[in-house]
């Protein structure tokens, strides 16, 4: 059974870091097409980052470019998502999953797994 766990949300500070983790089970080899989600208060969840696994080519949304950076350690079968620079609107809850392909990351409703309990991100001062 294929299941993602996300990790190391928090409090910062605007301009502040932080890195998340997703542990990602039930793969029996490397990790697919992988990708981190978020959701606002109040709003749809959306795409933030995806990460190809043929290519290592990534995908990021426009309002976290050059500020986000995706990664991923098949051996540990984790996939990473270092936060630098954040801003308040960073706020929301993160969730990672497998996604078809880098295309589609923009759109939380075409995902090609399930999603987990995710971790909260809090940006404030």
């Known amino acids: 059974q294929v299941e993602f766990v996300e990790s190391g949300g928090g409090l910062a500070q605007p301009g502040g870091s932080l890195r998340l983790s997703c542990d990602a089970s039930?793969?029996?080899?490397?990790?697919?097409?992988m990708g981190w989600f978020r959701q606002a208060p109040g709003k749809e969840r959306e795409g933030v980052s995806c990460?190809?696994?043929?290519?290592?080519?990534?995908y990021y949304a426009d309002s976290v470019k050059g500020r986000f950076t995706i990664s991923r350690d098949n051996d540990k079968s984790t996939v990473y998502l270092q936060m630098n620079n954040l801003k308040p609107e960073d706020t929301g809850v993160y969730y990672c999953?497998?996604?078809?392909?880098?295309?589609?990351?923009?759109?939380?409703?075409?995902?090609?797994?399930?999603w987990g309990q995710g971790t909260q991100v809090t940006v404030s001062s």
């Open positions: 039930g793969f029996s080899l490397d990790l697919p097409n």
């Open positions: 999953t497998s996604v078809y392909a880098n295309y589609y990351c923009s759109n939380a409703d075409e995902v090609l797994g399930s």
């Open positions: 990460l190809d696994s043929r290519d290592g080519s990534t």
